[in-house]
């Protein structure tokens, strides 16, 4: 199983909800990475996790709060979101740091 | 952190190969190099990684000079499925970039 899934596909939220995007792997990898892309650009770094302990955080707004509750799930927690905020977010997974990623399909996040 | 630029777009034609280089100036010593093709509405998908040299795989190569500036994948033989954004990616302990993205439109 080489796949990386995420739930849900597509979220259209008001900027005072609270919602979480989830992301899953099987592969038994031990890096899981959180990315924002706008259309036309290229993906941005959010958060990475290593052995379930956040690694990098890129100055990331605390609107947006990643979680990883065991080796094989990330969240991120969205609450008062901005209509800025509106992009594909994608997660990945590698076997540690610096190894081939695997991608998901995104979530595509609507905020009105 | 090692800033990347690439091409923002590229033509050729099916059954050419095509080079597209990633510049890296200031990439550091432990930083690997790995390229990406995205097709819209998904996911990046791997293509190749390295650090120096050359490397090969059965859909790719990927040369790395010695002052390890910058990358050039080569894509040998390319058809319309290839079709795709391309990116090349700088990643170490601390930090991770991606480059701007090529667009490669392969033409019949």
């Known amino acids: 199983d080489t796949e990386v899934t995420q739930t849900p596909k597509h979220l259209v939220m008001g900027m005072t909800n609270k919602k979480s995007l989830k992301c899953e792997q099987h592969?038994?990898?031990?890096?899981m990475y959180w990315y924002k892309q706008k259309a036309k650009k290229p993906p941005e770094l959010m958060f990475v996790?290593?052995?379930?302990?956040?690694?990098i955080n890129e100055s990331v707004p605390s609107r947006f709060s990643p979680e990883c509750p065991n080796s094989s799930l990330l969240n991120l927690h969205l609450h008062a979101l901005q209509p800025e905020d509106s992009a594909l977010y994608l997660c990945?997974?590698?076997?540690?740091?610096?190894?081939?990623?695997?991608f998901g399909p995104g979530t595509r996040l609507t905020v009105t | 952190l090692a800033k990347t630029t690439q091409p923002i777009s590229m033509d050729s034609y099916e059954g050419q190969e095509v080079n597209i280089t990633c510049s890296h100036n200031?990439?550091?010593?432990?930083?690997?190099i790995t390229w990406y093709q995205q097709f819209p509405s998904q996911g990046p998908r791997f293509i190749i990684q390295?650090?120096?040299t050359k490397v090969t795989n059965e859909v790719a190569s990927l040369f790395i000079p010695a002052d390890r500036k910058s990358s050039t994948l080569s894509l040998p033989r390319v058809s319309l499925s290839d079709t795709a954004v391309y990116y090349c990616?700088?990643?170490?302990?601390?930090?991770?970039?991606f480059g701007s993205g090529t667009r490669l439109q392969v033409q019949p």
């Open positions: 592969m038994g990898h031990r890096a």
């Open positions: 990616l700088v990643e170490g302990r601390r930090a991770l970039t």
């Open positions: 390295g650090y120096k």
């Open positions: 996790y290593s052995y379930e302990k956040l690694s």
């Open positions: 200031n990439i550091a010593t432990n930083d690997y």
């Open positions: 990945a997974s590698s076997q540690n740091r610096g190894n081939e990623q695997y």
